[in-house]
Nanobody, 123 residues
Framework: QVQLVESGGGLVQAGGSLRLSCAAS????????MGWFRQAPGKEREFVAALVWSAGSTYYADSVKGRFTISRDDAKNMVYLQMNSLKTEDTAVYYC????????????????WGQGTQVTVSS
């Protein structure tokens, strides 16, 4: 059974940092595209960042470019999201996602999703 479990969320002041982790189990994800999405109250879920291992490419939403960094450790089946210079508008539930296809993941149609972790940024 495939499982994605996020951790690392919490309450932080604006300008602070958090590091989210996603532990993947149930299969080997080294050939999968992995990514992060978020959903704020009253808003639709939106793409944050993705990483395609085979190409070593990373992709970010414009709103987080230069502040967030996605990385992965395939030996540990882990994906991370380092979030710096956090803003109040980054407040959301953050979800880890995985899919064999990058474009499927990028459009929010990933096959696998975690349960989410809350990030709250206070002013």
């Amino acid at each position: 059974q495939v499982q994605l479990v996020e951790s690392g969320g919490g309450l932080v002041q604006a300008g602070g940092s958090l590091r989210l982790s996603c532990a993947a189990s149930g299969r080997t994800f080294s050939r999968y595209a992995m990514g992060w999405f978020r959903q704020a109250p009253g808003k639709e879920r939106e793409f944050v960042a993705a990483l395609v291992w085979s190409a070593g490419s990373t992709y970010y939403a414009d709103s987080v470019k230069g502040r967030f960094t996605i990385s992965r450790d395939d030996a540990k089946n882990m994906v991370y999201l380092q979030m710096n210079s956090l803003k109040t508008e980054d407040t959301a539930v953050y979800y880890c996602a995985a899919d064999a296809g990058f474009y499927t993941l990028r459009t929010g149609q990933a096959a696998y999703w975690g349960q989410g972790t809350q990030v709250t940024v206070s002013s």
